[in-house]
């Protein structure tokens, strides 16, 4: 969507919503834009004055949630917890998570749809599109665990950035999270799998 198109406009919020549910109850494949437009009572030219199509509604959706989630995170997350170390705080982070998504269940229902659909086109694309390649959350809790001496010196900081990054945030594709309920304990194994192969003994 042009960001300078970035409006507030009447029943922006019951298009959100449809579209959260749509999605959440069909899938991306399957959702009908059709439906959505329906149920939240807009026209197609005020729809497609704001979003380019269906694939652009879903990704600004996902933008949301992602900004959503952070700033849950910054409410949940104790500024005490930062002095722990990175495993326990990224243990600490997965529970907030969790609960993020157990007070938000239409998001829930939504990231258990995306999490079937990983195999997709429209999740390469997600991918693409939002990179954790240079995902400055996480950099930033790697750096410290370094000045901490948390983490192996004897592997390159780059390739321990990039791993912890991309573990952490492709866990569904690599143990095929199919539910929320999945996500905890493969977290949890992930974790101590990351704290045995990386931390500094």
Do not use: C, W
């Not at 269906?54 to 989630?69: A, N, R």
């Amino acid at each position: 969507m042009d960001e300078k198109k970035e409006k507030v406009f009447e029943k922006k919020e019951e298009l959100i919503e449809a579209a959260v549910n749509e999605f959440g109850e069909r899938g991306y494949e399957n959702a009908s834009l059709n439906n959505i437009l329906k149920e939240a009572g807009i026209s197609k030219g005020t729809f497609y004055y704001h979003f380019k199509n269906k694939e652009d509604l879903y990704f600004y959706l996902i933008s949301m949630f992602i900004e959503e989630k952070k700033s849950f995170f910054t409410n949940n997350i104790k500024p005490e917890d930062f002095n722990k170390s990175i495993f326990d705080l990224l243990k600490i982070m997965t529970e907030a998570g969790l609960k993020f998504a157990s007070q938000s269940p239409n998001i829930s229902r939504f990231s258990e749809t995306f999490m079937k659909e990983r195999d997709s086109e429209i999740n390469r694309k997600m991918l693409e599109r939002f990179s954790f390649k240079n995902n400055n959350y996480f950099e930033s809790l790697i750096e410290n665990a370094y000045s901490k001496g948390e983490l192996r010196k004897d592997i390159p900081k780059s390739f321990v950035k990039h791993i912890i990054t991309y573990l952490f945030t492709h866990l569904q594709d690599i143990v095929r999270i199919e539910n929320i309920e999945d996500y905890e304990p493969a977290a949890y194994y992930l974790i101590e799998f990351m704290k045995n192969g990386l931390g500094e003994k």
